[in-house]
């Protein structure tokens, strides 16, 4: 699927700049503010330009598909990691823990659905601190029985700990772009 037909319904906020963005070097007046944040459903990092009056905060869900917004303005622009301000930065493995709770059937079907990459790999090895062993944990569980909940998944399997956690981790490292050959989650 091409990525200009990809778009984001919702955004996390990272980081709310009433200010602009601290790296612009225009004068003050000219700034206008902005919103970082995280799409919920391709984790696109976005910019936004919010309404008049309106100052989100971090962690709010905001609206940003086609039709009316109360909040958002305007997308103004896909942004990479580099881009991002430092304290959104620091927030970013966090939003995405959220979004994964908040998300649970989509993402317990990472455990339920996936396949070997290769005859020596696992897409579940992909996820932080899942090795072979692990792997072939969750593999036999899931035999028996699909998970139905993060709960079910640490019920059924030992060894593993904060599934939320293992995939926000997995997320921002493919964000990041930091040694992945494979993408789970981020694509583009």
């Known amino acids: 699927m091409n990525n200009d037909k990809k778009r984001e ?20 007046y000219q700034k206008e503010p902005l919103i970082q944040g995280i799409g919920e459903k391709y984790f696109m990092i976005l910019e936004s330009a919010p309404k008049k009056g309106n100052t989100p905060s971090q962690y709010d869900r905001l609206y940003v598909g086609r039709g009316e917004r109360k ?12 881009d991002l301000t430092h ?4 927030e970013l493995p966090y939003i ?12 317990i079907d990472i455990f339920n659905n996936a396949q070997p990459i290769t005859t020596r790999k696992h897409t579940l090895e992909l996820l932080p601190g899942i090795g072979k062993k692990l792997m072939w ?9 699909e998970f139905s909940s993060f709960d079910d998944l640490l019920e059924r399997v030992d060894g593993i700990h904060n599934p939320e956690k293992i995939i926000a981790n997995r997320v921002v490292k493919e964000i990041k ?12």
């Open 87 to 90: 304290g959104a930065q620091l």
């Open 9 to 28: 319904e919702y955004i996390w906020v990272l980081d709310f700049l009433p200010r602009g963005h601290p790296e612009d070097e225009r004068p003050a």
């Open 137 to 145: 944990k969750i593999l036999d569980a899931r035999e028996e029985s």
């Open 96 to 107: 995405i823990e959220e979004i994964v709770k908040e998300n649970e059937e989509r993402f």
């Open 177 to 188: 772009g930091e040694d992945v050959k494979y993408k789970i989650f981020v694509e583009g």
């Open 71 to 82: 909040v958002v303005d305007h997308v103004k622009k896909r942004i990479d990691y580099e």
